[in-house]
């Protein structure tokens, strides 16, 4: 086959797919509990099977969409400085501000798949999937936390990283934010104290030498997640080009 040919049929079927995201991308604010492939089909204007030629699966495509939105609202973007702090309470401080901006800002989304969620077992299990690789960020920074010696009365950091998972959750902001009209800096600002409370030894302080190693510690915790069967590069090349990748120089 000639190259031009080769290069064509790979444009088209990449614009197939931009198309059948961004249907679906319309379609996800207005809808209920639930959004069937054929109504994303029918939207961008494509056959069913087109979708599943393209994604393999439902479930493939809600995380193609999951990672499509998270690229485009800046999430991989805020990862950056939180792995370039120069100690583990100050990258805690600035994931959940990462966090709950991109909650903010992907409110249409996740007020869908929160509702989904309940009663499609497709929406369940990638939800799920998610879950565990924003956890692993949690955990990463609970383990510097944990090696300062700062981790409330001894508990571990699978405790911590726990800890800090759940009172950040999207159901936590709804609450917050949706429920009691709080503002973006009002919840980053509750739910930060809350974790930090929750987390640190009282009377502790930062450790900044020897400075974090942010690419060993979110590798040890991308190792843990895939063994609950969490592949990061699953969600997108985005997501691995987020990861930190140079150790972080004391301030």
């Keep these: 086959m000639r190259p031009?040919?080769?290069?064509?049929?790979?444009?088209?079927?990449?614009?197939?797919?931009?198309?059948?995201l961004a249907?679906?991308?319309?379609?996800?604010?207005?809808?209920?509990?639930?959004?069937?492939?054929?109504?994303?089909?029918?939207?961008?204007?494509?056959?069913?099977?087109?979708?599943?030629?393209?994604?393999?699966?439902?479930?493939?495509?809600?995380?193609?969409?999951?990672?499509?939105?998270?690229?485009?609202?800046?999430l991989f973007d805020s990862f950056g400085p939180v792995f370039e702090s120069p100690d583990g309470e100050e990258a805690m401080r600035r994931m959940i501000d990462a966090t709950v901006s991109f909650w903010a800002r992907a409110w249409p989304y996740l007020a869908f798949l929160l509702r989904a969620r309940r009663v499609d077992p497709v929406v369940m299990r990638e939800m799920g999937f998610i879950d565990r690789l924003r956890h692993a960020h949690f955990w990463a920074i609970a383990r510097r936390i944990g090696d300062e010696g700062r981790i409330r009365d001894g508990h571990s950091v699978d405790w911590a990283a726990n800890e800090a998972f759940a009172l950040t959750t999207p159901s936590v902001y709804e609450e917050l934010a949706v429920l009691r009209a709080g503002t973006t800096?009002?919840?980053?600002?509750?739910?930060?104290?809350?974790v930090l409370a929750v987390?640190?030894?009282?009377?502790?302080?930062?450790?900044?030498?020897?400075?974090?190693?942010?690419?060993?510690?979110?590798?040890?915790?991308?190792?843990?997640?895939?063994?609950?069967?969490?592949?990061?590069?699953?969600?997108?090349?985005?997501?691995?080009?987020?990861?930190?990748?140079?150790?972080?120089?004391?301030?």
């Design 4 to 20: 031009y040919v080769q290069s064509r049929r790979a444009a088209t079927r990449a614009e197939t797919r931009a198309r059948i």
């Design 23 to 74: 249907a679906a991308r319309e379609l996800i604010p207005a809808a209920d509990t639930s959004l069937p492939v054929t109504a994303i089909a029918r939207h961008a204007g494509v056959a069913v099977q087109t979708i599943y030629d393209q994604f393999g699966s439902k479930g493939e495509l809600l995380i193609a969409v999951i990672g499509d939105v998270q690229d485009s609202l800046g």
């Design 185 to 194: 800096a009002e919840v980053i600002e509750t739910e930060t104290t809350a």
């Design 199 to 251: 987390l640190l030894e009282p009377g502790t302080e930062p450790v900044r030498t020897p400075p974090p190693d942010w690419p060993a510690l979110e590798q040890a915790a991308a190792e843990r997640a895939l063994g609950t069967g969490a592949d990061f590069r699953r969600l997108s090349p985005a997501w691995a080009a987020a990861r930190p990748r140079s150790v972080v120089r004391q301030e």
